[in-house]
């Protein structure tokens, strides 16, 4: 198996691709969606919510977890997730420094 260097990256670039990673599957964007409408929400009302299996929907929250961009406190025998604002944070202003970098100054294509 080939390596990847990310050792060769800054920690902003590993970070910001790492989200993105995790942002590619659109389950995922809609569960943010979800989080972000209900600021919070146990998973079996984000089930609810989303035409995938309970089994689905958690293994899709722990990818999010992963990276940072939601957090769970446990309730009882459920788990109630809301967006991590720290990382949420932090991830907007990598994001929106990249592209507030770009400049068309001239069309290269």
Same mark, same amino acid.
């Given at each position: 198996m080939g390596l990847t260097k990310t050792e060769s990256f800054t920690e902003r670039q590993n970070k910001l691709a790492s989200v993105f990673k995790a942002l590619a599957h659109p389950?995922?964007?809609a569960?943010?969606?979800v989080l972000i409408e209900k600021n919070a929400c146990i998973?079996?009302?984000?089930v609810e919510e989303l035409p995938l299996s309970q089994p689905t929907v958690s293994q899709h929250l722990k990818e999010l977890?992963?990276?940072g961009l939601i957090k769970g406190e446990i309730e009882g025998t459920s788990v109630c997730y809301?967006? /991590? %604002?720290q990382?949420? /944070? %932090?991830?907007?202003?990598?994001a929106t420094t990249l592209f507030a970098s770009y400049t068309n100054k001239t069309s290269c294509c």
């Open positions: 389950a995922r964007v569960i943010l969606q998973c079996g009302d984000i977890k992963s990276v809301c967006i /991590n %604002e990382t949420w /944070n %932090e991830v907007k202003e990598l």
